[in-house]
């Protein structure tokens, strides 16, 4: 007991306390302010520019409008619309039913022209100010189009009135999907920007307090240990290529933590991998050999000494040359299907907008676990067309009706559907960014995404568990045991996350992994 009541203890658990109390605080703040998407407006100017006899000021400011019928009572109101919520804002996440988003109201006056200025680096705004957009203005009443605004953008609205008084009514009017339109305002120089309020200050000093006298007592005490999950040894990542990525940054993030430990990833496809530590693992006198093999779905090899640790969910897409532009950019699966059935041909044969040049099938090897999850999930059976070409490009085998070949990686999967006519292939979707000369597919009109994925929506079909594979259960102080236990914590989720991956362990990620285990042993 007096062990337990050691300082560092007491102060590390009065942290701990104070940390759960501030999250929870934070947890409730979120829940009862659940707006994040937010378009603000203010009124940056609202001037007369006639002589301004309406306001009983008359000749206080002479203008050239004087002149113009209706233009003697003129001002100009320069209206600032800007995204200053906490995440972007897509066109498709205004909720009116009109073609346009906002709506600007200029009571009492009459809209006589508008002008649109956008800050240095933002030219991509403007393309969205067009008539065809739903831009335009009617007597008082100005309508914005639906402009994507990424976090802290913003456009300006220079508008000339005229039939009313300086300082009338202006309001924006429309809606945002989980958020809100709302009148802002700037800090001036002359004003102090707001400081904490009382109780986020004394939650600051408080766990700054309880941190720094938790420091003072480690560094007298000079005998810090390492992490307890740290491991020391040599361990090899081997599997999938598609998800060497995410594997390349666990690695690095646990050696960052672990200098002792040294990670070696050898991505060569699913099935090799894990038929590798099979027999790898067959042979060694050690029971467990210093592998892990990761694979996109489950492993195919029979051995009854792999055990299987589920990690991720990955989205996975078809993608074709840039030059087949389907309708919608989308096939059925029943299309997909015909397509490796080799019963499409040419593409025209699917559409008549379609060019009339050969299909060109660009899979993956059999050891390849993205082609297994889309044999699985979306072929539901075997690609029945024969590799006929190593190139891609001819067929070795003069009497094939369909030219198909076999690449060793996702990445050279994508580089020849981009480079050849009529191509056709597939790949997991976050190696598709960026990437030139391709297009991907969605199936039965939904779009590949693992943010729809992580709402919990399985309504896409090309996606899989990935499973991290071990001859049998390595020994508890094993750098195996522990880089397995570092991919469940929250730094290692992060890493998956920024990779394009819905990790296993949160809630939704469970259930889905969860999901798509009962359906690979269901042979879906």
Known sequence: MQEWLSAENVVAVATAVAGVVASAVMVWYERRVPRRKRIGYRVQMDNPIGHDVRSGRANVRLGLFDEGPDMSDATLVLLRVENDGSQSIADNDYTGRELHGLTAVFSGRVIRGVSVTQPPGTDHLMDHFTPAAGFGYRDGVLRIPRVPLNRGDHFKLLVLLSGGDVDSPIRLIGGIRDGE?????????????????????????????CVIALAAIVVVRDDTPPPVECATGELTLTGSTAFAPVLRGLAEEYEKD??????????????????????????????????????????????????????????????????????????????????????????????????????????????????????????????????????????????????????????????????????????????????????????????????????????????????????????ANSLADSFLAHVRRGTAQSVIRNHGHVPCETATGARLCDERARDDARGA
């Open 181 to 209: 339109v709302h009148p802002n305002r700037s800090a001036t120089p002359d004003e102090k920007p707001p400081l904490f309020s009382r109780a986020a200050r004394l939650i600051t000093v408080m766990l700054t307090l």
């Open 258 to 475: 672990c200098a002792d430990a040294e990670i070696r990833v050898d991505a060569r496809g699913s099935s090799a991998g894990v038929n590798e530590l099979a027999t790898l693992g067959a042979g060694s006198k050690k029971g467990s050999p210093a592998v892990i093999a990761f694979s996109d779905g489950p492993g195919t090899s029979a051995d009854p000494e792999l055990v299987g640790h589920r990690v991720a969910l990955s989205v996975f897409t078809l993608v074709v040359n840039d030059g087949v532009r389907p309708r919608g950019g989308t096939l059925t699966t029943d299309d997909v299907r015909r397509i490796y059935r080799g019963e499409i041909t040419r593409w025209r044969q699917l559409d008549a907008s379609l060019p009339d040049i050969p299909v060109v099938l660009v899979s993956r090897d059999a050891d390849s676990g993205t082609r297994q999850v889309f044999q699985r999930t979306v072929l539901r059976g075997w690609e029945q067309v024969a590799s006929t070409s190593l190139d891609c490009r001819r067929d070795d085998l003069s009497t094939a009706r369909v030219t198909r070949c076999e690449l060793d990686s996702s990445e050279q999967v994508l580089a020849k559907v981009a480079e050849l006519p009529g191509a056709i292939g597939y790949s997991e979707l976050n190696l598709t960014a960026r990437r030139t000369g391709l297009r991907r597919l969605a199936l039965d009109g939904r779009a590949a995404s693992v943010e729809t994925l992580e709402r919990g929506d399985a309504t896409y079909p090309y996606y899989g568990a990935e499973y991290a594979y071990t001859y049998r259960r390595p020994p």
